[in-house]
Each structure stands twice: as structure tokens, then as C-alpha cells.
């Protein structure tokens, strides 16, 4: 168990439909991260906060958003889904968001277009 | 922009042999860090081993171990006494010591046979 946690870990929609993926990160990480795998595929950087600021941008679609809350805990925002938006969508947590920390990475969140 | 490259799609070993999963990447930083992330069917993302790159000293973890050249910009990762709880996508990831996210490599699709 990472300590990270990842709701809901799958979601079906239709496209043209709008989601929200939940993240905590692991108790007292202040940095989380956002990653996308489709199938058969290496992770891909979306996005990352630290401390409630984004920090990092990476190939992050404009319809999709995130934020970090003050608890820490993280959402993405993915609006007018397309059936490409099908993929697992991880979050990982690190202690500060330094390249000497390890990331560490919730379960993920498979969604599913119809 | 760094890269990972993983020139192995899938590899394949028996029970209790040893077997080694290549890894290149390309960066004009000096001071980084590596990564070996195992995912097995159940999509999970669990951290393998870490190098740094200021360490000569390979790193060690029980039956996983890296050869890491620096030089050739190479970053190997050797798994001895192979065990069907192996059987995973092995990706490679970099990181330098900046405020950066993970660069994954594609995977290399990980085969125990009995």
C-alpha cells in the first residue's frame, strides 16, 4: 500500500461528458502529481501542485484542469470527453517535489468512453 | 527535453534465471536520479530501485540490482533468481534533481515462465 489514494478506480461515461478524479496523497506530502497511461503505453505527465500552487505543466489537454485543496488532496478535472481520453489516470505523491524524492503512486483510476 | 528509451518490448525468462531489461536515456544535466517502476497486471505502479546519479556504487535492492554507466548514459536493470510474481511491465523513469516530473520510458513487457 502506497499510502496514496485514488477514487473512484473505474468510471464509464459517454463522450462528451464531464469527470472528476479524486487524489490524497500520502500523509504529509506536500507535492502531488498527474499522469496518464493509455493502453499499452509509458506514463505521460499531465500535471503537478505543490502545496496547493501548480507547479509543473506538462501535455495537458485544455479541457482538462486540476487543483490541490488545502487539505492536500487533489481532483482532475476532465471536461468533453473524447473516446482518446480512455486511459488509466495516475496520481503519485512526494515529500517536497524534489527529483531526490521518490514518487510514490495510488492504484489509478481507469475511465472508460463509450 | 530528456528521454528514456527501453529498446526491449517484451523479454521472456524462466523460473530462477537471472534476466536484464536495457534502459538509455539522454540528458544534458548532471546531478539526476533513475528509476525502475514494475507494474504487474494489476496496473499498480510500485518503485523498484533508484539510482542516484552522483553515486558511483550500483544500487541493490534484494534480488534487483542496476548497472549504471553514466558515461554511456545507460541504466540496466538485472533481476536474479526470477520468480513468477516477476511477470510485469518494467518501466524505466528519470529525473533531475529540479523541480521536474518523471520522464518514463515505453516499458518492457516482463515474461516468468514456469
Known amino acids: 500500500d502506497s499510502g496514496v489514494t485514488q477514487t473512484p478506480k473505474h468510471l464509464i461515461t459517454a463522450t462528451g461528458q464531464r469527470v472528476t478524479l479524486r487524489c490524497s496523497p500520502r500523509?504529509?506530502?506536500?507535492?502531488v502529481y498527474w499522469y496518464q497511461q493509455s493502453l499499452d503505453q509509458g506514463l505521460q505527465f499531465l500535471i503537478q501542485?505543490?502545496?496547493?500552487?501548480?507547479?509543473a505543466k506538462g501535455n495537458i489537454l485544455e479541457r482538462f484542469s486540476a487543483q490541490q485543496f488545502p487539505d492536500l488532496h487533489s481532483e482532475l478535472n476532465l471536461s468533453s470527453l473524447e473516446l482518446g481520453d480512455s486511459a488509466l489516470y495516475f496520481c503519485?505523491?512526494?515529500?517536497?517535489?524534489?527529483?531526490?524524492?521518490?514518487?510514490?503512486f495510488g492504484d489509478g483510476t481507469r475511465l472508460s468512453i463509450l | 527535453a530528456q528521454t528514456v528509451t527501453q529498446s526491449q518490448p517484451e523479454m521472456s525468462v524462466q523460473e530462477a534465471e537471472t534476466v536484464t531489461l536495457s534502459c538509455t536515456y539522454d540528458?544534458?544535466?548532471?546531478?539526476?536520479?533513475l528509476f525502475w517502476y514494475k507494474q504487474p497486471p494489476s496496473r499498480q505502479m510500485i518503485l523498484v530501485i533508484r539510482?542516484?546519479?552522483?553515486?558511483?556504487q550500483n544500487a541493490t535492492e534484494n534480488r534487483f540490482s542496476v548497472n549504471f554507466q553514466k558515461a554511456a548514459k545507460s541504466f540496466s536493470l538485472k533481476i536474479s533468481d526470477s520468480q513468477l510474481g516477476d511477470t510485469a511491465m518494467y518501466f524505466c523513469?528519470?529525473?533531475?534533481?529540479?523541480?521536474?516530473?518523471?520522464?518514463f520510458g515505453k516499458g518492457t513487457r516482463l515474461s516468468v515462465i514456469a
Open positions: 539510482q542516484e546519479a552522483y553515486k558511483q
Open positions: 500523509s504529509g506530502d506536500l507535492s
Open positions: 503519485a505523491s512526494s515529500t517536497l517535489g524534489h527529483g531526490n524524492q521518490p514518487q510514490h
Open positions: 523513469a528519470f529525473i533531475n534533481s529540479g523541480n521536474t516530473p518523471l520522464v
Open positions: 501542485y505543490y502545496n496547493g500552487e501548480e507547479r
Open positions: 540528458t544534458s544535466e548532471s546531478n539526476y536520479y
